[in-house]
């Protein structure tokens, strides 16, 4: 629990910073980051590898959370895994998505501010109700050890407290990068820098640490009524249950259904909405972003919200949501990676060769500086570096904040179009 606290602490810090700087540059620039990308740090075809890499991740995301809402469906009405209930819930879902952003955007921000607090309210009451009904103190809550089994901890290399620690933060940094590309992307909209910067942080500490303290007190405090649940419903042994309470993404939704009830699941299905509305959104931006570059396509931001949608889908086909999960890391590296490049752009290489002004200077067709930056950064994180600096997302943005420099003031120099 200690460890896992203290990494989400980390990653929060480290992601709101990335996201105030993000945000703060499309504040000034009035762009979303597909766009920004083109002028700081990879140039108007360069942008595309920024556009695949985080329209990718994001596509992911609405594939991950339909997958959690579907397994939520299943478990709260008792429905079996089928190709029929597949097809109804998936589609309904990607429909529902589709029209929200497209026509509710607006409403479902502002719907949002209420059932955000309802939301926190049920939780709190979940938490207050399972301590309650828990042998556990309050100090056994704030200590708790690993939950996994000494099998699964090996797999994941995590045997001593500082491998665990650099695992909470690998494995944590891949949404807060990704977080820190939609900060870009909201950021435009901001009345001031020093409101996205707020938005910045809470984003990051409720994502990684405010959710992680409540998820994690409550799984192990409801650890016990979990595991009578599944006994007397399901049918299963003590340990089968045990094992089955504590499996991931699934179980979560479970446990939220059980603990919250009725208001408890149609509160989560409404926060799910949210994400899933914003994650479209994001996504939907990347993909224009994409197509603008490549082919000078743009049919409209409909189009892209819908072509999202409909690409989330494809991640539901076999193992590739399973694949997609275990490349989180790599994809928070990168991510990582596009955000400091256009922080080292704005913030040091601009202003060095005396070319803040955007409009009079432009942008390369290709900034190769940015460009070579990225497989640098990932190779020597991931690779090269990783026994030494095993936090890899410290050596992505480190080089992001040398490397990419260097190579765009003395190598690559500027070639405005």
């Known amino acids: 629990m200690k460890i896992g606290m203290l990494g989400g602490f980390i990653v929060a810090i480290i992601g709101g910073l990335l996201g105030w700087g993000t945000g703060h540059i499309a504040y000034k620039s009035g762009l979303a980051s597909g766009v920004m990308s083109r002028l700081y740090g990879f140039g108007l075809k360069g942008s595309v590898l920024a556009s695949l890499i985080f329209g990718f991740m994001i596509i992911g995301f609405i594939a991950a959370e339909n997958v959690l809402l579907y ?8 429905a079996e895994d089928s190709l029929t209930n597949q097809l109804i819930v998936y589609g309904l879902l990607t429909i529902a998505w589709i029209l929200l952003t497209i026509f ?4 479902v921000t502002r719907v949002s501010s209420i059932t955000l607090i309802g939301f926190l309210l049920v939780l709190f009451y979940m938490m207050f109700e399972i301590i309650m009904s828990s042998s556990e103190s309050w100090r056994d809550l704030m200590s708790f050890g690993p939950q996994f089994s000494a099998e699964i901890q090996a797999d994941l290399g995590t045997q001593s407290d500082w491998t665990k620690l650099i695992f909470v933060i690998n494995i944590l940094a891949g949404s807060a990068g990704a977080l820190a ?8 909209y901001s009345r001031s820098s020093m409101d996205i910067g707020i938005a910045a942080f809470l984003g990051n500490f409720a994502l990684d640490v405010f959710m992680i303290f409540m998820g994690a007190v409550i ?5 016990p009524a979990l595991t009578e649940y599944y006994v007397n419903v399901g049918g299963l042994t003590e340990t089968e249950a045990a094992a089955v309470a504590i499996e991931n993404p699934d179980r979560v939704a479970a446990a939220f259904i059980v603990f919250g009830g009725i208001l408890g699941t149609v509160l989560m299905v409404l926060a799910q909405t949210k994400a899933q509305v914003l994650n479209a959104y994001s996504s939907s931006l990347s993909l224009a972003n994409l197509c603008d570059a490549i082919f000078a396509w ?3 931001r409909y189009i892209f919200v819908i072509s999202a949608n409909i690409l989330s889908l494809l991640f539901l ?3 590739l949501l399973n694949w997609f999960n275990s490349f989180l890391v790599i994809l928070g590296i990168l991510t990582m ?8 752009d704005y913030f040091i290489v601009r202003p060095r060769l005396g070319h803040e002004n955007t409009e009079q200077y432009g942008m390369d067709n290709v900034n190769w500086a940015g460009i070579c930056s990225i497989p640098v950064a990932f190779l020597l994180a991931h690779y090269v570096l990783a026994d030494y600096i095993p936090i890899e997302i410290l050596t992505a943005l480190a080089v992001a904040f040398i490397v990419y420099p260097l190579l765009r003031l003395f190598v690559f ?3 405005y179009l």
């Open 71 to 78: 397994k939520g469906f299943l478990f709260y009405f008792e």
């Open 104 to 107: 509710g955007f607006n409403v």
């Open 181 to 188: 590309l939609v900060d870009a992307d909201l950021g435009r």
């Open 219 to 223: 799984m192990y405090a409801g650890m």
């Open 298 to 300: 743009r049919p409209g």
């Open 317 to 319: 086909y076999g193992d």
């Open 337 to 344: 990676c596009f955000a400091g490049i256009m922080l080292a």
């Open 413 to 415: 120099k500027p070639n």
